[in-house]
């Protein structure tokens, strides 16, 4: 039987615990109808208190703290609502305890942001790893060691997991659950929950917010200009000129800013546009395309996939408001 050691703090996001103690407890009864044993003993662990009120109207009680685990098989890091930066100063004994039991040869998971336990215990050096969509350019800006995959729903690096964000963690614990018992149970847990087993991407969720943590005001002038006339013709050289700057030192100080070269910027700002219209449902696809500054439905299709993962008719489709039924 494998021990679970699902970590608990206040910060703790409530379904990302709750979430994981549901699907390893339904995996361990669809085994047992199966005639099977349980495959799963789950213990939830704080650093000093048994009982752990979080931060939302939730408390859970602790089989055990820190110092009192002795064996286990996985420990699961859930995921925070507050900053990192308050979360990671209040929970370094947690990180420690991570770094000793990977350093121990013992199996981590992070759900969600939890995934900055793992990189803060420096457990995720020279390794992938992926968190939710919000926190994906902060963790690489934090952790330039560490390859940040931006649209995966998980990763698995040599006993090292992450997950994607909020509820895409639950495709984690199935893959757990497939990894440990088998395709079946899986797949038989999924349907118990209604989850999409085989998510690819996260991409489809990402919200662009303009990427202006920095201090470079001519750079700040330049994404100003791309966002508000995105819809226009306008070229890189447009804008370096604009600028006071030569094309290639502004793609330089650009991307440096941003993480995105000018042109990848403005392709993003056009996406967003477009996601947003089809969300809203008003138009027909070319209309939306013209509107966000493209002339050419193959190039359109071909952006919009790269960055969202889906076609715009399949996003449309999944996002719409009239894609909801109604009586």
Request: hydrophobic share 40%; with cysteine; glycine share 6%.
């Given at each position: 039987?494998k021990i679970?050691?699902l ?15 549901d ?11 199966m005639?099977?044993?349980?495959a799963?003993s789950?213990?939830?662990v704080?650093?000093k208190?048994?009982?752990?009120q979080l ?5 859970f ?5 820190l110092?009192e685990?002795t ?9 925070f609502?507050?900053?990192p930066d308050?979360?990671l100063?209040?929970?370094g004994?947690?990180?420690d305890?991570i770094?000793?039991?990977?350093a121990?040869?013992?199996e981590?998971?992070s759900?969600?942001?939890?995934s900055y ?15 939710h969509?919000m926190s ?6 934090r952790y330039?060691?560490v390859q940040?995959?931006?649209?995966s ?5 040599d006993?090292?997991?992450?997950s994607?964000g ?9 893959y757990?659950?497939?990894?440990f018992?088998g395709r079946d149970?899986?797949?038989?847990v ?9 998510r690819?991407s996260q ?8 990427q202006r943590?920095?201090?470079d005001g ?7 200009f791309?966002?508000?006339n995105?819809?226009l013709?306008?070229?890189?050289e447009q804008?370096?000129?604009r ?10 100080r650009?991307k440096s800013?941003?993480?995105n070269t000018?042109l990848?910027y403005?392709q ?6 477009a996601?947003k219209?089809?969300e809203r449902?008003?138009?027909?696809v070319?209309?939306?395309m ?8 193959k190039?359109?299709r071909?952006?919009f ?6 076609t715009?008719?399949a996003?449309?489709?999944k996002?719409s408001?009239d894609?909801i039924?109604s009586?």
């Open positions: 039987m679970i050691s970590l608990v703090y206040e910060d703790a996001v409530l379904s990302s615990v709750s979430g994981a103690v699907l390893l407890t339904a995996a361990n009864a669809y085994l047992q109808q005639g099977e044993p349980a799963f789950i213990e939830l704080s650093e208190e048994r009982n752990i931060n939302v109207p939730a408390q009680v602790c089989t055990k703290t110092d685990v064996a286990t098989s996985l420990v699961l890091v859930p995921a609502y507050t900053s308050d979360t100063a209040k929970n004994a947690i990180i305890w770094r000793r039991r990977h121990e040869g013992i981590i998971a759900l969600c942001k939890g336990f793992l990189a803060e215990a420096g457990i995720l050096s020279g390794k992938t790893c992926t968190s969509w994906l350019d902060d963790m690489q800006r330039a060691d940040v995959l931006k649209d729903v998980m990763t698995d690096h006993g090292i997991y992450t994607g909020a509820l895409l963690s639950w495709n984690l614990i199935l757990i659950i497939e990894k018992c149970v899986s797949i038989g999924s349907r118990m929950f209604n989850i999409d087993l085989d690819a991409a489809h969720f990402v919200v662009f917010q303009g943590q920095h201090d001519d750079i700040l002038k330049a994404q100003t791309i966002e508000q995105f819809h013709p306008i070229s890189v804008i370096a000129e600028s006071n700057m030569s094309k290639r030192n502004f793609i330089r650009f800013a941003t993480q000018p990848e403005l993003r700002v056009k996406v967003e546009s996601k219209a089809l449902n008003t138009d027909d070319a209309s939306v013209y509107n966000a500054g493209y002339n050419d439905t190039t359109f071909k952006v996939k790269q960055v969202t993962g889906l715009p008719q996003y449309r489709k996002y408001r894609g039924p009586r």
